[in-house]
Nanobody, 119 residues
């Protein structure tokens, strides 16, 4: 079992920024490096969707809605992954989940951190 601990959600005004963090404190680095680390979100009443993910060597993949506004990064030595979110919009309101994907989906999930974008 992989334990993922998320932090950084909260309430922000439109146009503002937030940075989400996810840590895998119980994994050794060599195991952490095997996972594609991703951020997903689940807006109210909707299905969970991919926001962005990153491989151990830094290759990134973004949802169209995230391109140009969000940046995903990982620090393998610290076993963490971050999502920098800029120019936030009300439609970004969702619970954000960290994911560690190994050989097969769905991988492992964190508990989720809520993000609310509202004036």
């Amino acid at each position: 079992q992989v334990r993922l601990v998320e932090s950084g959600g909260g309430l922000v005004q439109p146009g503002g920024s937030l940075r989400l963090s996810c840590a895998a404190p119980r994994l050794i680095t060599s195991v952490f490096n095997q996972y594609i680390m991703g951020w997903y979100r689940q807006p109210p009443g909707k299905q969970r969707e991919l926001v962005a993910d990153v491989t151990y060597n830094g290759r990134t993949n973004y949802a169209t809605s995230a391109k140009g506004r969000f940046t995903i990064s990982r620090d393998n030595s610290k076993k963490t992954v971050r999502l920098q979110m800029n120019d936030l919009k009300p439609e970004d309101t969702a619970v954000y989940f960290c994911n560690a994907l190994g050989d097969q989906p769905p991988g492992y999930w964190g508990q989720g951190t809520p993000v609310t974008v509202s004036s």
